[in-house]
DNA sequence: CGGCCTTTTGAGGCTACTCAAAGCCGGTGG
DNA sequence: CCACCGGCTTTGAGTAGCCTCAAAAGGCCG
């Protein structure tokens, strides 16, 4: 079900850049030197390179995982963002989650039954691949790792949490303004975005409504409505928020705390 | 911020039965006899004794854990039924899931952060009491334990998922069946319900339309209005489903797989 | 240039909401 | 025993937010 290139199959003929290396380790892994997470200690990076199988790289669009499948894997995003969502049978959808990097995919699934959801890539991007079945020994070995597993799927649970209290609860406009600064904040958590609270987000209104519960015509309405009133403005692509407080007010968002994320 | 009555603590005075038992001991274990539940090996009952700090009791109504306030336990229920919600300022409020019987409660919010969300016993409960700091111990002991834990983390988060697909995609009349085959199955599997598709659950029709996304009007007209179809006889207090396989097909709800739960 | 996907705008209709008030039921107290 | 009260459910009436259908106007790419 894996369609993503995998990396080091793939041959860059007379490229500037040596590409020999096929799977980049873990002792130089772009989210160990991102001030965003807490690094990984020397003997547990040694742990999770044994662990580590392979990595794949996804280009935009392209599907990670598909709803009805199964997965071996556990993922984590190295780079990138990507939808994780559910289809029903007559075509409707619901985008439940964005992931970001750091962020673990497979977790949410039951271990055995088919996947629930679908994951899309949104920006080109590349996972680590984990065996799933042996992640005991994980837990044995590295408490401290098991605990951090247990925490990432709490975290992934509150995302949950808050994404359900705006569908049932918040007027359109609310929700817009709640998703926006959301995910700026979000990307502010994992390193890809600075404090200009401005953020290159390649999603269309389609997703947008979908992840919202709401039509594209009125999403695209309300858009524009807040666009209009200063309060958010998202142009496709392109997502800014001139007065982030006055934002987080009105879309009732709290921030998530400065300190730093584990990840595994 | 915990306002249960401690059983133990209580005395009772000339009762026939004699109370002189502070806690149950996890040998007896309600849910360790239960068959809808995988019942633990000898080793890991003894370590989970030894890992249980308290056992509190719930009556009906009572807040079970607060918004806001912290939480340095995890409980997991033994007994009875809990509704988890978040509320915003303004008074609106979502419920986010159903607490059933071997569920954990606490896993879901942070670690250090205040809780996300409150706990409210639907019916008279009881709670296992465990500490949460130290259960960095539970995973290098018994990794199977830690498993089992993430487990449970997932089927909460699939749960999650399930709702707010629920509210962000289907109609009202949708809405009010799945819920309705989902809290029948959800009893069924974890043994409070036999397989009679009729549950006793004293939610109110306000709580169902706070879980739903609804205002309490349109609730109960849609609630009448399946009545008098024949799909979902919701009577206060009282679930019950005629054709079970119609309801399922019209609120697409799959059901839960027939495997035991594991518990800690 | 033509085709495809996405965004934008218009018009009309339905679902679900709000406000309001009446029935119901269990509990409490005179 | 009955009157009263508070919480929950039920019903009525009018409205608004959001939806659907439809079509035009941008972008991007071969």
Do not use: E, H, P, W
């Given at each position: 079900m894996r369609t993503g290139k995998e990396i080091g199959k793939v041959k860059y003929g007379?490229?500037?850049?040596?590409?020999?290396?096929k799977i980049t380790p873990c002792r130089e892994c772009p989210l160990q030197s991102c001030d965003a997470f807490r690094p990984l200690s020397e003997d547990k990076l040694e742990f999770m390179q044994s662990f580590k199988e392979d990595e794949v790289a996804y280009a935009r669009g392209e599907i990670i995982a598909a709803q009805g499948g199964k997965s071996p894997h556990l993922n984590t995003m190295l780079e990138g963002m990507a939808i994780r969502y559910r289809s029903l049978d007559d075509g409707r959808r619901q985008i439940v989650n964005f992931m970001f990097p750091g962020d673990l995919i497979?977790?949410?699934?039951?271990?055995?039954?088919?996947?629930s959801h679908s994951v899309e890539a949104l920006t080109d991007a590349r996972l680590c691949v984990f065996p799933r079945n042996d992640f005991h020994r994980l837990m044995g070995e590295h408490p401290r790792l098991g605990y951090d597993l247990v925490w990432l799927a709490a975290k992934e649970e509150t995302a949950l949490e808050g994404h359900l209290v705006s569908v049932g609860q918040r007027t359109a406009r609310e929700r817009v303004t709640f998703l926006a600064v959301w995910l700026l904040d979000r990307a502010l958590a994992t390193g890809?975005?600075?404090?200009?609270?401005?953020l290159d987000i390649p999603i269309t209104q389609a997703q947008i409504a979908d992840m919202l519960g709401l039509s594209l015509v009125h999403t695209n309405r309300t858009l524009k409505s807040l666009r209009e009133e200063g309060l958010v403005d998202w142009k496709p692509g392109d997502l800014r928020i001139e007065d982030m407080k006055k934002a987080c007010d009105f879309g009732q968002y709290t921030p998530i705390g400065e300190g730093k994320r584990p990840f595994i």
């Open positions: 007379d490229s500037a850049v040596t590409m020999d290396r497979g977790l949410q699934g039951a271990f055995d039954d088919d996947l890809i975005a600075d404090k200009s609270n401005r």
